[in-house]
């Protein structure tokens, strides 16, 4: 198997899921919850569940459909379960570093998963190596998981209440006992984690959309800062340290679906006002309007109804085709992205064309997108960009890859416009974006844009931008 070149987008880390509903068939649908998930992370799944006297975990590569079969989840019984579905970032890509990892501690069995990016997990890790503990993996996950076990308190509540103050930088965490199912999230909520009602159960998960698949109704998100806490008597709450918002504003621009609540917007919402607002700013002559699809059709929609321009597709996506692949022959290969879009001449040919996408990270999808367009017989590719451009790689729990293989932290705007063949280009202006999010400066996470790390990371972003 090797890798296909892919899409030219930051890749999410990670997706989690939890549940306590002793009338419910509790595997299955965090199976269901984490397939509503898997666009969060596609190498690796995993579900652990609690009967009262123990946890069972079942991990594996592959996507939630593969390493799930019935026989799988008929092993896993219980009253709560936690899942995970895991695209590496810390950590290599092994069997090893899937989700959730289970601890047997001295108080019982402790179960994690975790969607985000430690800052300062190097240091604590080499201080749990001194206090003997020997790694099974390389994430920082399994850190976090360490320090919780080995923290002193009277029940698990305390440990984890105990325990985050420790931890810097990004976490989104669902956490399970024999008994009991935790969510938390990192004071300044960079990732996503709501909290939903199933009947008398409670369901916890990265986005509303698996919430919506399992039939559960949204609560509310989980507060940056909190810890829930659910088990035979309810649920309770505790502030674990004061929230200093941070939220990612890729979740918005391209991380999570559609289809989900997230800070209180529908995202698509977001989304299409991305698009009206990139009309605005960056305004274009055209005959045509088409998204790269996906993720970029609902500010494509934005930008057409904004700028009277009309909406089409001109591109055709293959949904089926995954991170990993049978190895591609040398002619497949430089086919490349066509393995991935096909274009529709009829809608390009002898028309001046705006294509919208939602971010370019290093040029490599966008340069031959317009290329094939060209082919097509579009006469102008006028490329917008649905957000600002990515400059500075992230350290909160996205792969962006190092700060030389940003093209725009290397090339002017107009540089990057001649590398990809496009006739224009234009960007969505930080503004822009903050406005379309309905936030501020002040309370949202836009360091890959500007390179104002919500936290001090200086010393280890200057580091990867070495590495
Ligand atoms: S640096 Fe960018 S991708 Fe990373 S958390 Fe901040 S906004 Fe999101």
């Given amino acids: 198997m090797q890798h296909l070149p892919t899409i030219d987008r930051p890749h999410e880390e990670c997706g989690v899921f939890g549940i306590y509903a002793p009338d419910e068939d509790v595997s299955r649908l965090t199976y269901f919850g984490l397939y509503a998930l898997q666009h969060r992370g596609q190498e690796s799944a995993g579900i652990a569940a609690g009967d009262g006297r123990g946890l069972v975990v079942k991990r594996d590569m592959g996507l939630v459909s593969q390493v799930f079969s019935e026989e799988v989840l008929r092993g896993l019984r219980g009253h709560l379960a936690i899942g995970h579905t895991r695209y ?87 956490m399970a006992t024999a008994d009991e199912v935790f969510a938390a999230r990192d004071p300044m909520g960079v990732r996503p984690l709501c909290l939903g009602r199933l009947g008398s159960g409670w369901v916890v998960a990265s986005e509303t959309c698996a919430l919506d698949t399992i039939g559960a109704t949204f609560e509310r998100e989980i507060a940056p800062g909190e810890i829930v806490r659910i088990g035979a008597s309810g649920l309770s709450s505790y502030q674990f340290e004061p929230a200093r918002p941070a939220l990612c504003s890729f979740e918005h621009i391209y991380f999570a679906r559609p289809d989900s609540v997230l800070d209180g917007r529908l995202v698509y919402d977001v989304r299409v006002a991305l698009g009206r607002i990139l009309a605005r700013e960056q305004p274009a002559e055209a005959d045509v309007v088409i998204p790269v699809p996906d993720s970029a059709v609902p ?18 996506k293959n949904r089926y085709i995954g991170r990993t692949f ?22 390009l040919a002898g028309r001046r064309v705006v294509v919208i996408e939602d971010s370019i990270v290093r040029g490599s999808t966008s340069k031959p997108i317009v290329s ?38 290397q090339l002017t705007v107009d540089e990057i416009r001649s590398y990809i063949g496009a006739d224009s280009l234009g960007y969505l ?19 890959c844009l500007d390179g104002k790390y919500p936290l001090p990371v200086q010393m280890e972003m200057d580091k990867l931008a070495l590495e």
């Fill in 326 to 347: 049978i190895a591609p022959d040398q002619r497949l290969r430089d086919v490349g992205i066509g393995l991935k879009f096909n274009p529709l001449p009829g809608q």
């Fill in 429 to 447: 202006s930080e503004e822009g974006l903050l406005e379309a999010m309905g936030r501020t400066r002040s309370t949202t996470c836009l360091a």
């Fill in 372 to 409: 094939l367009l060209r082919k097509a017989g579009a006469r102008e590719v006028h490329l917008r960009i649905s957000s600002p451009p990515y400059r500075h790689p992230c350290c909160l729990g996205m792969d962006t890859g190092r700060r030389d293989e940003l093209i725009a932290a």
């Fill in 299 to 316: 500010a494509a929609v934005g930008y057409a109804a904004e700028s009277g321009i009309p909406y089409g597709e001109g591109l055709i």
């Fill in 88 to 174: 590496s970032t810390t950590g290599s890509s092994q069997v090893c570093n899937a989700q959730p990892f289970l601890l047997e501690t001295y108080n019982g069995p402790f179960a994690l998963g975790h969607n985000g990016n430690l800052v300062n997990s190097r240091i604590l890790r080499d201080r749990l190596r001194e206090d003997g503990v020997t790694f099974t993996s390389t994430t920082d996950s399994e850190v976090i998981a360490w320090l919780i076990a080995l923290s002193a308190g009277p029940n698990w509540g305390a440990r984890i209440a105990r325990t985050l103050p420790k931890l810097m930088g990004a976490y989104s965490l669902v």
